[in-house]
C-alpha cells in the first residue's frame, strides 16, 4: 500500500512519500567550506519537521561554526491523488496534526485543513527557493514564519497574501520575490527535487551529514539531539561543542520566536520549569504570547 505523505507516524518520525524510489548511488556532494556539510531535505508542511526544529535549533549554536546547513526542499505533498493509511482528503490531516502534535510537545493546530486547506506543498516550496536566491539567512526566517502560519495561525501558506507578508516580515524585496517566485524559483525546486530522487529520499526529515571526503551519515525521520551529535562526531572527530549562553534574553535574542519545546530544549531547563517560566515573562511583560489549543509561541517583544 501506498503511504500517505501527510500521515507522519509519530513513533519512527516520519513524513513518507507515497512511493519509495529504489536505492540510488547519489548525486556527488561539493565539500562545504566547513568541516561538516549538512543536507537537509525539508517541506513546509512536514509536521516532523516543525517537530525537530528544538534539535536544529540547539545544533546551530552548538556546532554552528562547523556545520554549513543547506536546505532542500522535498515534495511532500504534490496534491490529493492519494488514499491511503486513512487519509485520503484534507479533513483527515486535522486530528492527525493534533496527535502529532501532543506527541512532539510542539504546538499544531489541524484546524486549517478543515477551515481553508492546501492542495498541495509545491507552492510553499517554490516561494522557499525564490526567497533563498535573495538571501539565506532572510529565506530561513521566511520558512520559520510560513510554518509558523500553517501550523499555528492556521492560514493556508498556499495562498499568495500569506507568502507575500512572510517575504515582508522576513525583509525580503516582496517584488523581486514575487518575480522569483514565478519563474527561475520553480526550476530551483524542480533541482531540489532531482536531488531528493538521486540520493533516494523517501521521506521526511531526511538529513545528509557529510565529510569533506564525501563519507556521510543518514538521520532519517524525528531524533533525538544525541543523534546529531554522534553523526557530526563521526563525520569530523573531536568536534568541539560551542558554548552559547543560555540566558533568556539571549536565547530571544538569537530566535526572536522559541516554542516551550524549543525553549527547553535550549536553556538545559525541564518542559514544566520553562513554561512556568516562559509565563511569568509574558505576564512582567517581556514577551509576547501566541496561545494556541495545542501549545504556546513566545515571541520577543521587540520582534
Known amino acids: 500500500m501506498k ?12 513524513c513518507e512519500l507515497p512511493s519509495a524510489p529504489g536505492e540510488s548511488a547519489g548525486a556527488t556532494v561539493e565539500p562545504g567550506i566547513k568541516p561538516v556539510k549538512i543536507i537537509y531535505f525539508t517541506d513546509p508542511i512536514c509536521s516532523t519537521c516543525w517537530g525537530i526544529e528544538p534539535q536544529l535549533r540547539k545544533l546551530k549554536l552548538e556546532y554552528g561554526p562547523l556545520v554549513e ?6 515534495g511532500l505533498l504534490p496534491d490529493w491523488s492519494y488514499n491511503s493509511g ?3 482528503k484534507p479533513t483527515d490531516v486535522a486530528p492527525h496534526w493534533d496527535e502529532v ?3 512532539y510537545e510542539m504546538p499544531i493546530v489541524g484546524d486549517v485543513w478543515l477551515e481553508d486547506p492546501l492542495h498541495s506543498s509545491y507552492p510553499p516550496s517554490v516561494a522557499f527557493k525564490a526567497a533563498q536566491m535573495q538571501d539565506e539567512g532572510k529565506a530561513l526566517a521566511f ?4 510554518r509558523e502560519m500553517v501550523f499555528l495561525e492556521k492560514k493556508n501558506i498556499t495562498r499568495w497574501e500569506h507568502l507575500a507578508d512572510a517575504a515582508s516580515h522576513a525583509g525580503l524585496d516582496v517584488g523581486q520575490f514575487e518575480k522569483d517566485y514565478q519563474t527561475d524559483a520553480v526550476k530551483l525546486f524542480q533541482g531540489d527535487l532531482q536531488l531528493a530522487a538521486q540520493w533516494a529520499v523517501r521521506g521526511f526529515p531526511t538529513l545528509l551529514v557529510f565529510n569533506r571526503e564525501g563519507q556521510h551519515e543518514k538521520i532519517y525521520g524525528f531524533k533525538p539531539y544525541e543523534i546529531f551529535e554522534a553523526a557530526i562526531a563521526k563525520m569530523h572527530p573531536g568536534a568541539p561543542k560551542g558554548w552559547y549562553s543560555k540566558n533568556w534574553q539571549d536565547l530571544f535574542a ?8 524549543e525553549f527547553a530544549g ?4 525541564s518542559f ?12 512582567q511583560g517581556l514577551l509576547h504570547a501566541y496561545t494556541t489549543v495545542n501549545g504556546t509561541l513566545w515571541k520577543n517583544i521587540a520582534f
Not at 503511504?3 to 516520519?14: H, K, M, R, T, V
Not at 514544566?272 to 505576564?283: D, F, M, V, Y
Open 86 to 88: 486513512g487519509i485520503s
Open 272 to 283: 514544566a520549569n520553562s513554561e512556568q517560566h516562559l509565563g511569568s515573562l509574558h505576564k
Open 143 to 146: 520558512l520559520r514564519r510560513i
Open 3 to 14: 503511504n500517505n505523505p501527510l500521515l507522519c507516524d509519530a513513533e519512527s518520525g516520519i
Open 101 to 103: 502534535s501532543r506527541y
Open 69 to 74: 546547513l543547506e536546505y532542500r526542499m522535498g
Open 266 to 269: 535550549l536553556s538545559g531547563q
Open 254 to 261: 538569537q530566535y526572536p520566536t522559541l516554542t516551550t519545546k
